[in-house]
């Protein structure tokens, strides 16, 4: 059973692109979680989605950031007019169950590290 | 305020010794605290988790140790070996409905280096 997957690993930007993110999850897990980590720095919650809906996304800036987990296909979080303070690593996390009376696990994709020059 | 505080932020062990990692948390509605490793350019894993039910958990060299009246965890590695040295990030969440449920809020992370 293959891992969480994230594209692409490393993604070189200028300042005033765009970045989209790409977060597979673990087979037959439909809660997708986004973290941001600067260096040094611990995880910061972004967003939480379901297949087609945002359950949480209290984390994420409020402009120049989205997520979106469709039916098909990967999860995507995308950073429109990137700015070098974006430069981060992102990670996903893939879980089987919602939160809620039992937590479940989450487990991590190897990150996209994102460097906006 | 939904924070947790992760103490020593770094620390040096030698072979065989054991490494203690503390984590302090405010929000008394969190009910899962998780442990993880990260090397180096991956992604984190799972270590050990614990509830608050417990109040120590034990898996192989690791041990979690949750004082719930004191809001503090701790990590504990036992006969640490060069192999151990990645950041350790502990973490909360809170699993009730409404809210922030499920996010894990993480520590800012502890280096340990084990030394042969």
């Known amino acids: 059973n293959a891992g969480v997957m994230q594209n692409p690993r490393h993604l070189v930007r200028r300042r005033g692109q765009e970045a989209r993110l790409r977060c597979s999850p673990m087979?037959?897990?439909?809660?997708v979680y986004w973290y941001r980590q600067l260096p040094e720095e611990g995880l910061k919650f972004m967003v939480y989605?379901?297949?087609?809906?945002?359950?949480?996304e209290s984390g994420m800036p409020k402009e120049r950031f989205s997520a979106e987990f469709p039916k098909e296909g990967p999860s995507i979080l995308r950073i429109q007019q990137v700015v070098r303070g974006d430069s981060a690593a992102y990670f996903c996390?893939?879980?089987?169950?919602?939160?809620?009376?039992?937590?479940?696990?989450?487990?991590f994709g190897p990150g996209t590290r994102l460097l906006v020059l | 305020q939904q924070q947790v505080k992760q103490s020593p932020q770094s620390l040096i062990v030698q072979k065989g010794g054991i490494s203690i990692i503390n984590c302090a948390y405010e929000n008394t509605a969190f009910d899962y605290f998780p442990w993880y490793q990260q090397f180096p350019g991956k992604g984190p894993a799972l270590l050990i988790a614990i509830r608050p039910d417990v109040s120590e958990k034990k898996e192989g060299r690791f041990t979690i140790s949750f004082n719930k009246s004191a809001k503090q965890f701790s990590l504990h590695i036992m006969d640490s070996q060069p192999g151990d040295s990645a950041t350790y990030f502990c973490?909360?969440?809170?699993?009730?409905?409404?809210?922030?449920?499920?996010?894990?809020?993480f520590g800012k992370g502890t280096k340990l280096s084990v030394k042969p």
């Open positions: 989605l379901q297949k087609e809906n945002i359950i949480d």
């Open positions: 087979k037959g897990h439909s809660h």
């Open positions: 973490a909360a969440s809170a699993s009730g409905y409404g809210g922030s449920q499920g996010n894990l809020i």
């Open positions: 996390a893939s879980s089987p169950k919602p939160p809620g009376g039992h937590q479940e696990t989450q487990y």
